[in-house]
């Protein structure tokens, strides 16, 4: 893996974990310099580049979250950067939770993003990535009541998102009574909501979502902060996912990205 620091390309052979100047490399000696050239004009690329699928991003997780009982007061989240997928040309990206990051750390990836590496406290540890399948991303879910009219410009606009959480189970009697707010698989926004009825494609996948899995606590975001929506009853409302669309269409393209988004160089 090559890199550049204070200007000068280096060389990380990342079966031994040896930093040398490229120079002192007899892995980059023997490349010859036709595609030495070639190679070090790659200096002024993002450090964390992609292909035609992905692009590498680091973004806030969201790990867990506390609903006040009324949904109009201030929610509380625990978010941490962590390394993401984000697909170039849809409103979806998938989380990597092994792979969280903090201010400080020095992060390196190959071109093809087959291999990430973070450097922390003297400490160098790299990822590798394969393919897997598209995952499951739309799903229809059983509303609390109709939209409210001041509802209107935020659904055209596709920024009222739920929650996907693991189900809170009584073991009594084996049946669901809630969202886990301390095991969050995904963020979603509503595609559609017609009456009691609605459509939601996954913008944030933490952990692969699944049948059974809990749909809750309806929101939007404003200044990177959750805000209540109005009409839509009390945090008790919450829908099982039964049914997951199986189907290979991507997300939803032709939207903005939500307020809380953002992107951190580390």
């Not at 200096?43 to 009982?69: K, M, T």
């Not at 962590?82 to 989380?95: E, G, I, K, V, W």
């Not at 879910?141 to 739920?162: I, N, Q, R, Y």
């Amino acid at each position: 893996m090559l890199f550049f620091k204070d200007e000068i390309l280096h060389c990380l052979n990342l079966e031994t974990l040896r930093v040398l100047p490229a120079d002192e490399s007899t892995a980059w000696n023997a490349l010859g310099k036709q595609k030495q050239t070639t190679i070090a004009a790659y200096q002024n690329r993002p450090p964390l580049p992609g292909n035609f699928r992905w692009l590498l991003d680091i973004a806030p997780r969201i790990n867990r979250y506390i609903a006040p009982s009324d949904l109009s007061g201030v929610w509380q989240t625990n978010e941490w950067l962590h390394l993401t997928f984000a697909d170039p040309d849809n409103a979806y990206r998938s989380s990597i939770g092994a792979v969280e990051l903090k201010l400080g750390d020095v992060v390196l990836a190959t071109s093809d993003s087959s291999k990430f590496l973070r450097l922390r406290d003297g400490t160098a540890t790299v990822f590798f990535f394969g393919l897997r399948d598209r995952p499951s991303t739309t799903l229809r879910t059983s509303m609390p009541s109709p939209p409210d009219p001041a509802l209107t410009e935020a659904l055209s606009g596709k920024t009222v998102c739920a929650f996907i959480c693991e189900p809170t189970v009584n073991p009594l009697n084996g049946k669901t009574v809630g969202p886990n707010r301390e095991r969050i698989r995904a963020l979603v926004r509503i595609a559609k909501w017609k009456d009691n009825e609605a459509e939601a494609w996954i913008t944030e996948e933490y952990m692969p979502v699944r049948e059974g899995d809990v749909i809750a606590d309806l929101h939007t975001w404003n200044n990177h902060r959750i805000q209540p929506i109005p009409g839509t009853g009390t945090k008790d409302w919450f829908s099982v996912i039964n049914r997951l669309d199986r189907k290979a269409t991507p997300p939803i393209s032709d939207v903005q990205p939500l307020d809380r988004k953002f992107s951190v160089n580390v």
